[in-house]
């Protein structure tokens, strides 16, 4: 195997059916020297397929910025019937299956969920509650009271529907459980419901239609494996940028704080991408009371 002591930057990785997140990594770690940090940003269930960008190097340094990019998910949800775990995988129970829903009432429900909105997440989840994963509590049976958590919602847009079976697009932002959504809307309908399938088509930066299959990065020589790399700064696209001397960049590195340019344009309290000639990208900056800040320096 070749050996990248600095490999750094994210794949943007087309998770498959049937296996968890953590186990994506683990098979891509396979490819990578072996202290290579390497980790994944936004869980998907393993019923859930698409968008996993999967963050290499220092980029897990900036797995928050990865995370709490837009996402864009296609659904479908059965009407009628509800699931322990709001999803095939779980215990099906009959709900209302005989009940008639009309397009029209689906039309008037789905607004009631766009915004910000309250959302409870489900029992089989890996939130920990009290130290404990709720799946873990779930499976041996315990129900615990989850509390709300505020989570955002661009939009939903019905892509088909032919009763029980309706088809979502969801454009949200970080924390959303679909699942979650899908219940909330059968409940709302008075029917049930519970996700049968689940694509991740967007994930901020991260496209599906430029995602690299799972079996196209297993067992890849790592030079292989680097060249299907997005560089460090590809999940920063929605920040500004402001670029720096060598001077100032050196001091930002050494953890100084430095003065703004009075005929600066850049918004006080937000982050930036920061470059320099030299170096490149470096990091992330904050603009504070006309001082540069170092928020996140990447070593050079």
């Not at 963050?55 to 897990?60: H, N, Q, S």
């Not at 799972?214 to 696209?237: C, G, H, V």
Request: charged share 20%; aromatic share 8%.
């Amino acid at each position: 195997m070749t050996t990248h002591q600095n490999i750094s930057g994210y794949i943007n990785l087309n998770k498959p059916i049937g296996i968890t997140s953590m186990e994506a990594v683990r098979r891509i770690k396979q490819s990578l020297p072996r202290k290579t940090k390497v980790g994944h940003a936004g869980t998907l269930d393993p019923l859930a397929q698409g968008v996993l960008p999967i963050c290499i190097g220092p980029a897990t340094r900036l797995m928050e910025y990865v995370v709490s990019g837009r996402k864009v998910y296609l659904t479908e949800i059965k009407l009628g019937y509800v699931s322990d775990t709001y999803d095939s995988e779980g215990t099906i129970t009959a709900c209302n299956p005989n009940l008639s829903i009309t397009l029209s009432a689906i039309r008037q429900t789905l607004p009631l969920f766009i915004g910000d909105i309250e959302q409870i997440p489900p029992m089989y989840s890996a939130l920990k509650q009290n130290g404990q994963r709720l799946y873990d509590l779930a499976r041996s049976g315990v129900e615990v009271a989850r509390p709300p958590r505020s989570v955002t919602i661009y939009s939903i847009d019905i892509v088909q529907y032919s009763y029980p079976l309706l088809t979502l697009s969801v454009t949200c932002g970080s924390g959303v459980y679909i699942r979650s959504l899908a219940f909330d809307i059968g409940n709302t309908l008075e029917s049930g419901a519970y996700v049968t399938s689940l694509i991740r088509q967007r994930s901020g930066s991260f496209k599906l239609s430029e995602s690299i299959p799972l079996s196209d990065l297993q067992n890849q020589d790592t030079t292989l494996l680097a060249s299907r790399m997005k560089p460090i700064d590809f999940a920063l696209e929605e920040l500004p940028s402001s670029h720096f001397s060598d001077t100032e960049a050196v001091k930002l590195m050494q953890g100084q704080t430095i003065s703004s340019q009075p005929e600066s344009k850049s918004s006080s309290g937000s982050d930036y991408r920061a470059y320099n000639n030299s170096f490149g990208f470096f990091g992330i900056t904050r603009l504070i009371d006309s001082a540069w800040h170092p928020i996140k320096i990447l070593a050079k």
